[in-house]
């Protein structure tokens, strides 16, 4: 059985620094795209990045947000800088079953059970 589990999250102030890290278990994430998406309350699940053959950022996160991953740890970390107000959300970890990474929430089998961050203004 595939298990996700994500630590990291916290509060922070406006411009601080937070690692997101997704330990994953029951598979080996090296073969497939890793993905974090976020849901600020009243608001859908958003994509924020993936990771496989390549790396993706949405526009509102690029440039301050770095995907990585630990194919030893079996671990994926979302190194995030520069936080905002905005950025305030639950973050999920997501697994997908090939290794395109990708944008779309329906390409991931697998979620986490979310960890919150808020940064305060």
């Known amino acids: 059985q595939v298990q996700l589990v994500e630590s990291g999250g916290g509060l922070v102030q406006t411009g601080g620094s937070l690692r997101l890290s997704c330990a994953a278990s029951?598979?080996?994430?090296?073969?497939?795209?890793m993905g974090w998406f976020r849901q600020a309350p009243g608001k859908e699940r958003e994509f924020v990045a993936s990771?496989?053959?390549?790396?993706w950022y949405a526009d509102s996160v690029k440039g301050r947000f770095t995907i990585s991953r630990d194919n030893a740890k079996n671990t994926v970390y979302l190194q995030m800088n520069s936080l905002k107000p905005e950025d305030t959300a639950v973050y999920y970890c997501?697994?997908?079953?090939?290794?395109?990474?990708?944008?779309?929430?329906?390409?991931?089998?697998?979620w986490g059970q979310g960890t919150q961050v808020t940064v305060s203004s």
């Open positions: 997501a697994s997908s079953n090939g290794i395109a990474i990708s944008r779309v929430r329906d390409r991931y089998a697998y």
């Open positions: 029951g598979r080996t994430i090296s073969n497939y795209a």
């Open positions: 990771s496989g053959l390549g790396t």
